[in-house]
Structures are given as C-alpha cells and as structure tokens.
C-alpha cells in the first residue's frame, strides 16, 4: 500500500486550466504505473488517464484526449494531470491511483488493477 495525497482542485471557468498533483508516499514510486480517474455526482467512477512506470508510455479516455496531460516526475514522486480547455462536464471528484503490480508492461486502465487511492480533490468547471 502506498498513500497517495492529491491536491490541485478549485473552481474554474469553461476554458480554463488546472494542474493537479499526486504525491505519493512509496519509495518505489517509480516502479508502478499511476492513473488518474474520477467521479462525478450520480455517475460511476470513469477512468481519465494512465501513464507508465517509466513515463513512457500514456493513455487517455476520450473524452479528454487533446486537452488533458498526465506526467510524473519519478525524482519527486509524484504525477501530475494538466487538464486545459476545461468543461462544465469534466466536473467530477478527481482519484490519483497506483497500479497494485510493479513494472507492468502494458498501461492499464481498468479500476481493478489499481492497488492504492488517493482521497480526492474536487474540480469544478462552471459555465
């Protein structure tokens, strides 16, 4: 298990930006894969982004591929997701998570192959 801690949230204009950061806690951080997800009131948890454990590789929903960017910075433990051209849709709960197996080839994005969770951080995009 490793805590995970984001922070970043606000409120924001449609066609604004934010960055939010994920700090986690793991000295070996940089040997997991790390995904960004969110909630929205009355919907299911949707995935938004993943990126390897090199930083290699990324993947988006597509939703919002083209506006947002996930990164990390392995020296820092921590991932980044820098959300541009923001909507009033993409108002949700924003989830950091580690991927629960170490060094997985392939970038996943399903919810159930993330071990670790972050507690939330609020966005919303009014209009």
């Known amino acids: 298990q490793v805590q995970l801690v984001e922070s970043g949230g606000g409120l924001v204009q449609a066609g604004g930006s934010l960055r939010l950061s994920c700090a986690a806690s793991?000295?070996?951080?940089?040997?997991?894969?790390m995904g960004w997800f969110r909630q929205a009131p009355g919907k299911e948890r949707e995935f938004v982004a993943a990126?390897?454990?090199?930083?290699?590789?990324?993947y988006y929903a597509d939703s919002v591929k083209g506006r947002f960017t996930i990164s990390r910075d392995n020296a820092k433990n921590t991932v980044y997701l820098q959300m541009n051209l923001l909507k009033p849709e993409d108002t949700a709960v924003y989830y950091c998570?580690?991927?629960?197996?170490?060094?997985?080839?392939?970038?996943?994005?399903?919810?159930?192959?993330?071990?670790?969770w972050g507690q939330g951080t609020q966005v919303t995009v009014s209009s």
């Open positions: 998570a580690a991927d629960r197996t170490p060094l997985r080839v392939a970038v996943t994005t399903k919810g159930a192959d993330f071990g670790s």
């Open positions: 793991r000295r070996t951080f940089s040997r997991y894969a």
């Open positions: 990126i390897s454990w090199s930083g290699g590789s990324t």
